[in-house]
C-alpha cells in the first residue's frame, strides 16, 4: 500500500466518521422533536427570544449574558424556566403589537388605561403572557405598559404614578421588574425587534 493509498483511506475514515456523527446528531434532535408535544416546541422556540427582549434576571435567573444551553436541552433540565420564560416573551410580543397597533391615539394619550379596552386588536393579543389585560400610559414619547405577572388584575387608577416613574427610569424596550409588576416601556419612533410571533 502506497502513501498516497493510505492518506486516501484515512481521510475516506475520517469523513466517515463524521457523517457518521452528524446523522447520528440529526437523528436524535428529529426523534426529540418528534416525541414533543407540539405546545411543548412552541414554547421552546418563543422561550429562546429571552435574551434578546427580557432584562436580566427578570425571568428569576442571572444567566442572560451567559453563553446559552441547546433549546432541548433547556427545556429538558427546567422546563418550569422554560415555561416562565415563555410567558415573559409572550408578554413582551403583545405589549409590542399592541404598541405598533395604537400609534398616536389622542384618545388615550395621557390616560391611563386597561388594554382590554382598546379596540382594533384581536382580544387574545390585548393580554399577557398569562391572559390579563394590561395597564399602559401613552405619554407624549413613550408608551408604558405595566403586568400584573400573573398575579391578581391590576387596579390601572392605582398605578399612575408607578408608570411614569418606570417611563423615566427606562433606557431600552426590554421587559423588566419593578417590585412585583412587569414593565415594557417604549419610545415612539424606536424600531421594536420584529419576533415573527402572531
Not at 498516497?4 to 440529526?26: E, K, N, Y
Not at 426529540?32 to 421552546?44: F, S
Not at 424556566?81 to 395604537?102: C, D, E, G, N, P
Request: hydrophobic fraction near 40%; aromatic fraction near 6%; proline fraction near 5%.
Amino acid at each position: 500500500m502506497t502513501t498516497r493509498t493510505r492518506v486516501i483511506c484515512w481521510i475516506l475514515i475520517i469523513v466517515a466518521a463524521v457523517a457518521g456523527i452528524v446523522w447520528w446528531q440529526m437523528a436524535r434532535l428529529r426523534k426529540g422533536l418528534r416525541t414533543m408535544p407540539a405546545d411543548n416546541a412552541r414554547e421552546i422556540l418563543v422561550a429562546a427570544l429571552s435574551a434578546q427582549v427580557l432584562a436580566t434576571g427578570v425571568d428569576g435567573t442571572q444567566q442572560m449574558g451567559q453563553e446559552p444551553e441547546p433549546l432541548l436541552d433547556q427545556h429538558q433540565k427546567n422546563p418550569g424556566l422554560v415555561h416562565r420564560r415563555y410567558l415573559l416573551v409572550l408578554t413582551w410580543v403583545h405589549a409590542s403589537q399592541i404598541f405598533k397597533a395604537i400609534g398616536h391615539n389622542p384618545q388615550i394619550e395621557g390616560k391611563m388605561v386597561s388594554s382590554g379596552t382598546i379596540p382594533g386588536i384581536p382580544q387574545q393579543e390585548r393580554v399577557d403572557g398569562w391572559g390579563r389585560p394590561y395597564c399602559i400610559l401613552a405619554g407624549p414619547d413613550r408608551v408604558t405598559f405595566l403586568s400584573g405577572g400573573g398575579n391578581a388584575a391590576l387596579n390601572c387608577e392605582s398605578l399612575l404614578q408607578t408608570a411614569v416613574q418606570a417611563a423615566s427610569r427606562s433606557t431600552d424596550s426590554r421587559l423588566t421588574k419593578d417590585g412585583d409588576l412587569l414593565v415594557a416601556v417604549y419610545k415612539r419612533g424606536e424600531r421594536i425587534p420584529t419576533t415573527g410571533l402572531h
